[in-house]
């Protein structure tokens, strides 16, 4: 069952006041990237990292519609998601540089950042088993009849994964408050996805479960989605947001991005779809700011990023006996000895 698909021409623009907020929001998450692309470059990152520039628009239209009650849980494109969660930069960059003062304490890197006082689970490093996870979470929401919903984020890479269609399944049985969001930035590493998928309108493949194509390029079109969405799962159980995206970094760090897409592509999608852009234009057109106000925003959002940088970078290593931690239960009694702390003991009940 597929329903219209939803761009801001079809949905109103509520509030002139949100542009301003929402023009700092974007502004912060692309100068957050711009940095960890050159921390990244300097070994100062390691490992896998994947940005989310051009992706922007999701996850703070998403975070406009909803509550910090709300649940949300992604794949490895966390970063963004983190600080709409509440997260700050410099428990960001602490976590991508390995240290202490990360939200994973330095021990989760890139993929797995996690903030569960604020309804954020990850962070998930294997494609697509963030979504059976996602729809055990709405399970407990309806157990407990809180009102609250969850969305499962996953990419077009991961949509046709067995484990997907399952959690589905089940959702649907049970009329589950869950959402589950393709963002489609159209390549799943490096292979577009007409290569991947014999259908890929990703919104229909619910069959049984009802789904909305959304411009995820425009923050107020996904602020829109994601409220119907959240009153839909709430009286009806399951439906599916296909986010119609793009990412302007390769997949991941290692990946040049340019081997399987040409660079007019990607500059196309930039001078036309850019959400940043988007919305200067409509600041500009309802004059709430001029050029120059917006430019001072910009200036601002990078100044925190690099104060967060510097702050990050005097964060401490984790101790190597944290190596040991978080692995049994609490209260175990796991400890690493020797002279080079190789041994392990461990008292089992």
Request: net charge neutral; hydrophobic share 35%.
């Amino acid at each position: 069952m597929a329903l219209s698909r939803l761009s801001s021409s079809s949905s109103s623009i509520s509030g002139s006041n949100l542009l301003k907020p929402l023009t700092s929001a974007l502004s912060l998450r692309r100068s957050f990237s711009i940095a960890a692309d050159s921390l990244y470059k300097s070994k100062l990152i390691r490992g896998f990292c994947h940005l989310y520039d051009g992706q922007e628009a999701v996850a703070i239209g998403m975070e406009a519609a909803i509550t910090k009650k709300d649940c949300i849980i992604t794949a490895y494109r966390d970063h963004c998601t983190f600080l709409g969660r509440g997260g700050t930069l410099l428990q960001v960059f602490s976590e991508l540089m390995g240290r202490q003062g990360g939200c994973s304490k330095g021990k989760g890197g890139s993929m797995h950042f996690y903030k569960k006082d604020s309804g954020f689970y990850g962070g998930h490093g294997i494609v697509g088993a963030q979504v059976p996870l996602g729809c055990g979470l709405a399970f407990a929401q309806k157990y407990s009849k809180d009102e609250t919903v969850t969305f499962a984020l996953y990419g077009d890479g991961a949509a046709n994964q067995g484990q997907l269609f399952e959690a589905l399944n089940i959702s649907a049985l049970w009329d589950l408050p869950a959402i589950l969001v393709c963002e489609n930035n159209h390549y799943g590493m490096g292979t577009a996805e007409w290569r991947a998928a014999k259908s890929p309108a990703y919104y229909k493949r619910g069959d049984y479960v009802p789904g909305l194509k959304v411009d995820g390029m425009d923050v107020f079109a996904v602020k829109q989605a994601c409220k119907f969405a959240k009153e839909h799962a709430l009286k009806n159980g399951p439906i599916i947001l296909e986010m119609d995206t793009y990412r302007y970094h390769g997949h991941s760090m290692s990946d040049p991005g340019s081997t399987y897409r040409t660079r007019d592509e990607i500059s196309g999608v930039r001078q036309e779809r850019d959400p940043i852009e988007r919305i200067r234009k409509l600041i500009f057109a309802h004059d709430i700011a001029t050029e120059k106000e917006l430019k001072d925003i910009e200036k601002e959002m990078r100044k925190e990023v690099d104060e967060a940088i510097a702050q990050a970078k005097e964060s401490p290593m984790p101790d190597p006996s944290e190596l040991f931690t978080n692995v049994y239960v609490k209260g175990y009694g796991v400890e690493s000895y020797g002279p080079d702390r190789k041994e392990v003991r461990a008292v089992l009940p």
